[in-house]
């Protein structure tokens, strides 16, 4: 995936693309679903828009991240890198405009 961080920001889809995603095939608990979810909208071919933000580092508390959670996320990143690689998206393919389609909604 050519994503610098999809687990942080804020994550806005249109209707149209949560149609599509097989959501009943998400099988993370943890925060590994935002990567499981933008991989299957990029796969499907629609565009992905990635805007940086400045993450600033907890000053105070701690943190609600187990390490179950992030094992699961290790291990998400390791396998859809290998599906990826069986499955490799055409090179050249154009993202799929959803603006364009009738069933579409903002």
Known sequence: MPFTDPTSGYKCYR????????????SSNGYAFQIETIH??????FRVVEIPIVFEERRAGSSKMSRSIVLEALWMVWRLLIQNRLRRRP???NPRSIASRKDSEP
């Open 15 to 26: 209707r149209a693309v949560l149609e599509e995603i097989p959501l009943d095939r998400i």
């Open 40 to 45: 299957y909208a990029w796969r499907l071919g």
């Open 91 to 93: 090179s050249g393919t």
